[in-house]
């Protein structure tokens, strides 16, 4: 408890192709394991690890994190999955303007393909969580997801004045094991989430566009160039995108989400 993680630049070369000390991905750069209270992370650098930031509630609950201007950047793992932040069960969860970018694959490493279980940012349940003015770029497969096995596994989130952009899609709200659409329901106040999107036809861009649904732990996404919805896996393109454009999808923002100068 009352730990401060701050400016650090940790970084694993073994992991790293283009170092001279490179073997193969590595194992975790931060990791917290059990029970804990008042946890900053600020102004870090965290990369190249087989997952970068790691967190378990095994002997207890972890409450009141603060995650606030790390940069996240270029996990995989060629034999076992790999997050670029997963968190389980977390209370009082702030992430705040970060960025979180080519998280879970690489692109000429054998074994380290993007996967649909790995993503940028994977929260599992968690109480008081609240995503704000971050950039989630080119994760394998979900920018944000959120994962849940029980009817109330998450409750009181807010995700606003987010960027993301290239992930297999932008958020996912489903279930990891057990029957589908455990959780999902209408979202009362002050369950939101407003998301501001720009969609990249590169191949693999498919981003969520700002209504998101669940369809028995898939995702439904509107894509953000024509309109149309479709529930597939992750990894997938709209047939639209034929041509190298780049297009942006943004709702009006609220007063009170507006992005800091």
């Given amino acids: 408890s009352h730990l401060a993680v701050v400016g650090l630049d940790i970084y694993s070369d073994i992991s790293d192709p283009n170092s001279p000390n490179f073997v193969d991905s590595g194992t975790t750069g931060i990791y917290v394991l059990g029970s804990g209270d008042d946890l900053l992370f600020e102004d870090n650098k965290v990369s190249f690890f087989g997952s970068n930031i790691s967190m378990m509630d095994r002997s207890g609950p972890i409450n ?34 970060n960025v979180f970018s080519h998280n879970g694959w690489h692109d000429t490493i054998a074994g380290a393909e993007a996967t649909v279980f790995n993503h940028n940012v994977y929260l599992k349940e968690g109480v008081d969580v609240t995503i704000r003015n971050n950039i989630f770029a080119r994760g394998s497969a979900l920018g944000v997801k959120l994962s849940s096995d029980t009817t109330s596994g998450f409750h ?3 995700i606003e004045n987010n960027l993301f952009f290239e992930n297999g899609h932008g958020i996912g709200l489903n279930h990891s094991s057990g029957a589908a659409n455990l959780w999902w329901q209408p979202l009362p106040a002050p369950e939101q989430i407003t998301t501001y999107t720009v969609e990249v036809s590169d191949g693999r861009s498919f981003t969520t566009s700002p209504t998101i649904t669940s369809d028995g732990g898939r995702i439904a996404a509107a894509c953000a160039r024509c309109g149309s919805v479709r529930s597939e896996p992750v990894m997938t393109r709209c047939d639209c995108i034929v041509t190298a454009s780049t297009t942006a999808a943004e709702t009006p923002r609220p007063a009170s989400s507006q992005a800091r100068a």
């Fill in 156 to 158: 009181n989130f807010i």
């Fill in 64 to 97: 009141n994190i603060q995650f606030r201007r790390n940069i996240v950047a270029d996990s995989y793992g060629t034999a076992s999955h790999s997050q670029g932040l997963f968190i389980r069960h977390p209370h009082q969860l702030l992430i705040e303007d």
